[in-house]
T-cell receptor
Framework: DAGITQSPRYKITETGRQVTLMCHQT?????MFWYRQDLGHGLRLIYY???????DKGEVPDGYVVSRSKTENFPLTLESATRSQTSVYFC?????????????FGDGTRLSIL | GQNIDQPTEMTATEGAIVQINCTYQ??????LFWYQQHAGEAPTFLSY????GLEEKGRFSSFLSRSKGYSYLLLKELQMKDSASYLC???????????FGTGTRLQVTL
């Protein structure tokens, strides 16, 4: 049971470059989420998706793009990376959007932008 | 909007009991979650409350009072491996989304 996997685990890039973080889940969960985690802010929602081809903005979407052409994949793209986007990024999924369904998290991608 | 408050850090002794509080303000409520996150790792689900009262799961219990906008996580018989951050997360008016508090870092000492 692979669950939810993120790649790469670590990434260093330069300002202005495009970078894509991958997220893949094997549970066939409907909902998928992208968060960033920074000291003093906790986990903040960037984008989420209720199903393939359905995405919506979270709390901090600026500078990010997502797509979901297949249920199992939910890539996050930084179109032109900035230093303020240095963070740990977590992908999560939940079976449905019902209240009692917890979100399950991947191991995270630690992204540094120089 | 939503607002969640948790203490930043706590210290407790191995074998003791610790209570981690979470207070919140929200316009809609669909449940409150607690997650555990060890340093450098992913958050993992601990508990869920939607009705007032206590939910017990082994050494961990979680309590909710909706009228007071208050929850706590109770950890009994503390072990060194319980040293981690504990995240309170609110499911508000949009049932699918969670809003997280900044977390409480718990250090268990001998």
């Amino acid at each position: 049971d692979a669950g939810i996997t993120q790649s790469p685990r670590y990434k260093i890039t330069e300002t202005g470059r495009q970078v894509t973080l991958m997220c893949h889940q094997t549970w066939s969960h409907s909902y998928m989420f992208w968060y960033r985690q920074d000291l003093g802010h906790g986990l903040r929602l960037i984008y989420y998706s209720a199903a393939a081809d359905i995405t919506d903005k979270g709390e901090v979407p600026d500078g990010y793009v997502v797509s979901r052409s297949k249920t199992e994949n939910f890539p996050l793209t930084l179109e032109s990376a900035t230093r303020s986007q240095t963070s740990v990024y977590f992908c999560a999924s939940s079976e449905t959007g019902y209240s009692n369904q917890p979100q399950h998290f991947g191991d995270g991608t630690r992204l540094s932008i120089l | 909007g939503q607002n969640i408050d948790q203490p930043t850090e706590m210290t407790a002794t191995e074998g003791a009991i610790v209570q981690i509080n979470c207070t919140y303000q929200t316009s809609g409520f669909n449940g409150l979650f607690w997650y555990q996150q060890h340093a450098g790792e992913a958050p993992t689900f601990l508990s869920y409350n939607v009705l007032d009262g206590l939910e017990e799961k082994g050494r961990f219990s979680s309590f909710l009072s909706r009228s007071k906008g208050y929850s706590y996580l109770l950890l009994k018989e503390l072990q060194m491996k319980d040293s981690a951050s504990y995240l309170c997360a609110l499911r508000g008016g949009t049932a699918s989304k969670l809003t997280f508090g900044t977390g409480t870092r718990l250090q268990v000492t001998l």
